[in-house]
């Protein structure tokens, strides 16, 4: 079983950064391909990013490439997501999903959520 937990959100002004954190439990993190989804209010979740176990391969939204990144450290069983330039549109609850295989953006075949961390972006 792998527990995710989801850190470091906030409010923040618009143009400012933020890094998200997802934490793992168990043995297998080194092992899990890791995304970000987002749910904006009254909204349907959408995919952020993706990275694959090694980190040999990440993809993103095309909307975000470019201001966001994502990266991972297997000894500290964490996955982080980088955001800059932050928009008020980017307000949003951001969870994080693992798989054993790399979906990408496909968000009905991972395995594993976490709960999600709310970030605000005021104007």
């Known amino acids: 079983q792998v527990q995710l937990v989801e850190s470091g959100g906030g409010l923040v002004q618009a143009g400012d950064s933020l890094r998200l954190s997802c934490t793992a439990s168990g043995e297998i993190f080194s092992r899990l391909a890791i995304a970000w989804f987002r749910q904006a209010p009254g909204k349907e979740r959408v995919f952020v990013a993706a990275?694959?176990?090694?980190?040999?391969?990440?993809d993103y939204a095309d909307s975000l490439e470019g201001r966001f990144a994502i990266s991972r450290d297997n000894d500290k069983n964490t996955v982080y997501l980088r955001m800059d330039s932050l928009k008020p549109e980017d307000t949003a609850v951001y969870f994080c999903?693992?798989?054993?295989?790399?979906?990408?953006?496909?968000?009905?075949?991972?395995?594993?959520w976490g709960q999600g961390t709310q970030v605000t972006v005021s104007s």
């Open positions: 990275i694959s176990w090694s980190a040999g391969r990440t």
């Open positions: 999903a693992a798989s054993l295989r790399f979906y990408a953006s496909y968000a009905h075949k991972y395995e594993y």
